[in-house]
């Protein structure tokens, strides 16, 4: 089992990357730095590729809508060069409030553009001849939309690869069996192994039957609060806030995919009380709300033996990589934890 783990978003250049050699050294695999409506990610990746040798580096992820498909491309090339082929990108569609609210842009077809930007960067990293015929994108534009004067033209340096590992974050039956289709990756959130595959195994079945055998195997990316400890038990509700936000507050009535993943889990009712709470203004109501089953599924959070068994249900269930939060104070309680789950997975 791989050790990944997200990046902080109010954290420092400096004092991160200090961080991340330390937890590179003491058996990190991949790092995945957000983005959402913070600091970019490029650049932070950027800087992290010249202080780390080892450890990947991700995206967590690209949004969609925010740069065009080509961008993408070349921004995926230019961090694998940088990092000397660490670099995986991941990709997301995000939510219509963050990309209609701090980007304007329509919110429109997510699966489609999605696969079509997939086959677009694949096509750039190949350095072919840049010409697309999609419903969402057409390259170079055509005559009736511009000058009539775009060239279908490759990219100009050679990446250092034509295949970079592409993980896709998404949640919806239709999305996630697209991932299990076209991408070397997927990153579902609020992972609960004992049910994901009564929520997930279908759509992931339909994918991986269409599935180049030349992608490999899927690799499951999934996130996971981390603490171990005979005295770490009161961490779970540390966890409550961030479930009841995603639950209740990222997203309309009607219109929030975590909700609507609680609800599949077959927490209908407690969902529908947690969103109410939340976007009444009531957010330490709504963390309380939260089934103390769902926290505790979606966590590394025990003593060891009890961690110990809850990463064999997650590998048992298809993880390859568990991207875990170290919930501890300061950077060597961090790489501590990582220390011992690595001795675990190992």
Avoid at 71 to 81: F, I, Q, R, S, V
Avoid at 177 to 206: C, H, N, Q, R
Wanted: charged share 25%; proline share 5%; hydrophobic share 40%.
């Amino acid at each position: 089992m791989r050790i990944g783990m997200g990046l902080n978003y109010s954290a420092g250049f400096a004092e991160t990357a200090a961080e991340v050699t330390d937890l590179e050294r003491a058996g990190l695999d991949i790092l995945f730095v957000p983005e959402a409506y913070s600091f970019d990610a490029v650049s932070q990746i950027g800087y992290l590729a010249a202080k780390t040798s080892r450890v990947e580096l991700a995206s967590g992820i690209f949004q969609l809508y925010t740069r065009t498909p080509a961008l993408t491309a070349m921004t995926a090339a230019g961090l694998d060069y940088v990092s000397d082929g660490r670099f995986v990108m991941g990709i997301g569609a995000s939510g219509p409030q963050v990309i209609e609210g701090f980007h304007g842009v329509p919110y429109h077809a997510p699966l489609g553009r999605t696969r079509e930007i997939v086959e677009i960067c694949r096509k750039v990293w190949r350095r072919e001849k840049l010409e697309y015929q999609g419903k969402y994108y057409q390259l170079p534009l055509p005559e009736d939309r511009g000058t009539g004067l775009g060239k279908p033209l490759k990219l100009i340096n050679h990446p250092v690869r034509e295949r970079i590992p592409i993980v896709i974050a998404s949640l919806g039956p239709k999305n996630v069996a697209m991932t299990a289709e076209i991408a070397e990756g997927w990153e579902p959130i609020f992972y609960f192994p004992e049910k994901a595959a009564d929520v997930w195994g279908e759509s992931l079945a339909k994918g991986k039957a269409k599935r180049d055998p030349a992608l490999g195997d899927l690799q499951i990316y999934v996130q996971a609060a981390l603490a171990i400890g005979d005295d770490v038990d009161h961490m779970i509700d540390w966890v409550r806030p961030t479930l009841a936000l995603y639950i209740g507050g990222m997203g309309a009535k009607g219109k929030n995919f975590y909700n609507d993943l609680a609800v599949r889990y077959g927490y209908a009712e407690e969902a529908e009380r947690i969103q109410d709470l939340y976007l009444a203004g009531k957010k330490q109501e709504a963390a309380a709300a939260v089934p103390d089953e769902l926290v505790r599924a979606v966590s590394l959070i025990g003593p060891e033996s009890y961690v110990r068994e809850r990463v064999a249900a997650f590998a048992e269930s298809g993880v390859t990589t568990l991207n875990v939060l170290p919930l501890a104070a300061d950077t060597a309680g961090r790489v501590r934890l990582i220390e011992q789950l690595r001795n675990i997975c190992d």
